[in-house]
């Protein structure tokens, strides 16, 4: 049975059933009165071999067993002399109280006209549609109206009675469709909580854990349970498990994917590895085979023995500077071993100003000039080795006197020392030809330089990167068209909190060579 013809059946079923349970009650009651009719025609059946004072007091006994209400009494005479029909029979009546005594004086007709002739006109409507010899009976309006008499002796009985009231009886009807709503309501309430809300509730449940990862318990449902919530259900627990299967085995796939990502990028590392050597090693030997054929040619030319004093001078010379050439390529590349910098706290103004004072000669050579914008002493503390970050900053001067050599127009160096939010940021720029966007992601690379042959080794930059991340910072490059190059040195500060800043970003007057005035470095 569908989950639609349950509901329409529950909705239909109980309000038919307070109904019918209501009839039956009208009908019982209904049915008391004919009952009761059908006992008073009896008793006045046998009254019509009684005289009419005995038909009084069996009405009283149906008063007292409570079969009616009240009773009214008649005794009719024929009067043959007047032809109206509804003079047809002359009553005299005979009233019974509440109390249920018959009295036996006649009715005032003045004061009692509107009942007496109520009551009149009852009795001669039954009495005007039965025969003379026929007892009967009526039920109209909730009265009940009985004809028994004799007619061979000119005269016949009646009674009027008002039956039980049913006000009661209505008001207990009331109570009782009162409680069916109710029980009809709690029922309803209990038989949709049960068929739907409680399976919607736990299917809820599991959709929310099945959503956030969980494995949910399978819902139960009620064998033999085929409607909508049943199918539902059963289709839940069949895609739950079809769910959670595929969850498995994406995460198998996912850690075979790993680890396979995993073993590829170590055979990645070492082959990038494996390349960067050899092509340390290639630069490496091409930069000493450079000297060494310089020096193999010298020795070629001493040993022949022949040659002058002075010219043999200058073949030791040769070999003097190809070993020194040697000796500084050698260091350089030792530059590149992982090794602890002897680090202390060091002032980076210091470093500035001694590196700074260490270029003077090759900036004038290029004819540039510069400017430095320093903070307070004691501001750009940071812990590290004093002369290899004085090496890193000397190769950064010396680089841009370098691009300033043979330019046009005003040539300028800056260099600015600032303290941020937990770093020391020491910052180079230039205004010459910049370097072009195809080499910039290659300025690091060892042996990598845009000088002409013999100008440069391709080490500078890559020394300083290494020196820079060894102390725990970065390096960066910045050249947009046209503007020259900035390189940008964050290394962690030495000191807790924040210092007086000096920002990078605003340009004032500075200081020349260390002058003493302090600025802010663009």
Known sequence: ?????????????????????????????????????????????????????????????????????????????????????????????????????????????????????????????????????????????????????????????????????????????????????????????????????????????????????????????????????????????????????????????????????????????????????????????????????????????????????ERQAVYFELLDEGLERVEQIVKRFLAFTPRDPKARAIDLVDVVERSVALAEHRMRQAGADVRVWLPERGQAVVFGDPTELQQVILNLLLNAADALAGQEGKRRVEVGVARGEGEVVVRVRDNGPGIPPEDRDRCFDMFFTTKEVGEGSGMGLAVAHTIVTNHGGSITLASPPGEGATFTIYLPSAQAGPGEPAPLETLGDGRRDGDGESGSPA
Request: proline fraction near 3%; hydrophobic fraction near 45%; glycine fraction near 8%.
């Open 1 to 309: 049975m569908s989950l639609r013809t349950k509901l329409l059946a529950t909705a239909i079923g109980l309000p038919l059933a307070v109904l019918l349970a209501s009839l039956a009650l009208v009908r019982q009651a209904d049915r008391r009165e004919y009952t009761t009719a059908e006992a008073m025609l009896d008793l006045f059946e046998r009254g019509q071999r009684s005289t009419w004072r005995e038909f009084g007091r069996a009405v009283l006994g149906a008063l007292d067993d409570g079969l009616l209400e009240r009773a009214w009494v008649f005794r009719w005479a024929r009067d043959d002399t007047n032809e109206s029909q509804d003079d047809l029979w002359t009553a005299e009546v005979y009233f019974s109280e509440d109390t249920g005594r018959l009295t036996e004086s006649d009715l005032d007709a003045d004061e009692n006209s509107d009942l007496f002739d109520f009551i009149q006109s009852l009795a001669n409507s039954v009495a005007a549609s039965t025969g003379d010899e026929e007892a009967s009976y009526r039920l109209q309006d909730g009265y009940l109206i009985i004809i028994a008499g004799d007619e061979t002796r000119g005269r016949r009985f009646a009674v009027v009675a008002q039956t039980r009231d049913r006000t009661g009886f209505v008001k207990h009807l009331y109570v009782i469709l009162a409680a069916g709503v109710v029980l009809l309501g709690v029922f309803g309430w209990f038989a949709i909580s049960r068929m739907v809300l409680r399976p919607m509730e736990r299917l809820a449940s599991a959709s929310d854990a099945l959503a956030s990862g969980a494995r949910p318990e399978p819902l139960a449902v009620r064998p033999g349970r085929r409607d909508e919530i049943g199918r539902t259900l059963d289709a839940f627990n069949r895609m739950a498990t079809e769910i959670l299967a595929y969850h498995g085995q994406l995460e198998d796939r996912v850690a075979q994917g790993l680890e396979r990502i995993q073993r590829t990028e170590q055979h990645l590392l070492i082959a990038q590895r494996l390349a960067a050597t050899g092509k340390l090693a290639a630069g490496l030997a091409h930069e000493i085979n450079n000297p060494l054929g310089g020096m193999r040619n010298a020795v070629r030319s001493l040993s022949r023995g022949d040659l002058p004093p």
